[in-house]
């Protein structure tokens, strides 16, 4: 497995960035991770709080098996030591929108331990990424701020939440790892179906753990960077922070040990309070909840039952459809453009059909910011069009445009070519007339083309495609223009 290794400059010379992120991913259950409490996404301010979620007295938290399931399907998505022992703790801190006034967590003793997932990287290197630990825990609620000019509302909705915390080890160097990392998390949760890896509704979120040493140094001092939404911000916050501890490092300042926010507007991390360790939050086994003993038997049927994953997808594309390893990558990085693909090849050179999906469709919909799902094309009409380009019906200039049409207004590929009358124009007579016309018209370079300028054929077939508005059949007009050109004047 080639491996790259980067090296920020600064005015002393290299530096090594030293990476480790937490993904918070919210777990996929109907109910809370100690409630039967709903965690719909969307509901009015504290519509969905059990009498547990407020912390009214008295209440004692029932474990939630559907949670406990899915984080053991995670940790076996992620090549992860599931324990089949493990214990849920306290973790207290103040917190102003946790009621209990301490989080139920897991620190020492966690439901999943040690893993590791392999990162692509654009410059077709790869990196093994170690997973430290992945423990469940209850999320807190939301610090409503801008409801009332003096007061802060909360909402509990949000409260005993199950979440999923994956700690990597500190394997990342550079800000691309980080993001392919979290994009790779992303698609295995969304693979098993244990997390929609929504990171603009909060449903996942990651937190940045960043250093920077001299190359082949100990670690330096770690700022963490909380609550990252979006790969893009996660990246541009790890840069700038990166650069922020070499400029103190290098004027022989300090890095203190601390937790900041990333400001996305200004593109910069400030400071939110001092980083706290393990003994600050005072952990210890929760009362209420005895250890959690998971049965051998029980842990292999989940496993048995996981669905193929990215890599083994990826793997299969190459052999079964000779994809190239960078479209199959493309691909299977999200599990709809995989199934939409697989439908799409059904039947067809699946080749031309990666084409489409990576280069016309994935296009489009970055372009318009529409998700795959809402596409008004979807496999059976992409389908329908590749079909009219391999029967003749119309050329493959001609589909870009009908495509373009399909996309806005959701129209059958041929209804699109019949109301605009873009049918191909297959008809050998017709097309000789073209072809004569442009020969006439570049008698100059017909003559160059006789004495061994070949490559003109190109450019007399650019002309006739132009005369014909694109409907010409290129490969019949490339016969004929071969066959003409050939004969002596």
């Not at 109910?31 to 969905?48: R, V």
């Not at 590929?413 to 097309?431: C, H, M």
Request: contains cysteine.
């Amino acid at each position: 497995m080639a491996e790259s290794r980067r090296f920020l400059q600064g005015a002393t010379g290299d530096w090594e960035l030293v990476i480790g992120l937490e993904v918070h991913a919210q777990v996929i259950s109907e109910a809370k991770l100690f409630s039967g409490a709903s965690t719909g996404f969307g509901a009015a301010p504290n519509s969905q709080v059990s009498l547990v979620d407020a912390a009214m007295p008295g209440m004692l938290p029932v474990i939630n098996q559907q949670c406990v399931s899915q984080a053991v399907r995670t940790g076996l998505a992620l090549g992860a030591a599931i324990n089949l022992e493990s214990v849920f703790d306290r973790k207290n801190y103040f917190y102003p929108d946790l009621p209990q006034g301490y989080q139920i967590s897991q620190y020492t003793r966690p439901i999943v331990g040690k893993g590791e997932i392999v990162i692509d990287l654009e410059d077709g290197t790869s990196r093994k990424v170690g997973i430290t630990r992945l423990h469940l825990e209850q999320d807190a609620g939301k610090s409503l701020h801008d409801q009332h000019p003096t007061k802060t509302f909360i909402d509990l909705n949000r409260s005993g939440i199950a979440l999923m915390e994956i700690v990597s080890d500190p394997d990342m160097r550079s800000a691309e790892e980080a993001g392919a990392y979290v994009k790779k998390i992303r698609s295995i949760l969304r693979y098993i179906g244990t997390c929609d890896g929504n990171m603009e509704q909060g449903s996942m979120r990651c937190d940045a753990n960043v250093s920077v040493r001299k190359p082949g140094k100990p670690y330096g001092t770690r700022c963490e960077i909380k609550n990252l939404n979006s790969v893009r911000f996660l990246m541009r916050a790890i840069e700038y922070e990166a650069a922020r501890q070499i400029e103190i490092i290098e004027d022989n300042g300090r890095i203190v040990q601390e937790t900041r926010l990333f400001d996305s507007d200004r593109v910069e991390t400030r400071s939110m309070r001092s980083k706290e360790e393990a003994h600050d939050y005072r952990y210890f086994p929760d009362p209420d909840l005895l250890p959690l003993r998971l049965k051998a038997e029980w842990v292999a049927k989940l496993k048995a039952e996981l669905p193929e994953l990215p890599d083994e997808k990826m793997i299969r594309f190459v052999e079964q459809y000779g994809l190239s390893a960078d479209d199959a990558s493309v691909l299977v990085s999200e599990l709809d453009r995989a199934d939409f693909f697989e439908s799409l090849a059904k039947g067809r050179d699946p080749k031309q059909a990666a084409n489409w999906v990576i280069g016309d469709l994935l296009g489009k919909l970055n372009k318009t910011g529409t998700e795959l799902f809402a596409a008004k094309v979807q496999p059976e009409q992409l389908g329908k069009l590749l079909d009219l380009i391999n029967e003749d019906t119309i050329s493959g200039r001609i589909a870009k445009q009908v495509f373009e049409e399909m996309f806005e207004t959701g129209k059958d590929a041929a209804d699109v070519v019949k109301e605009r009358g873009l049918d191909q124009i297959s008809d050998e007579k017709a097309l000789k007339g073209y072809i004569e016309q442009v020969l006439n018209a570049n008698a100059d370079k017909v003559a160059e083309y006789k004495v061994g300028k070949e490559k003109l054929l190109g450019f007399f077939m650019g002309q006739v495609m132009r005369a014909t508005e694109g409907k010409a059949n290129p490969k019949l007009v490339n016969k004929l223009l071969q066959s003409r050109l050939s004969k002596e004047d």
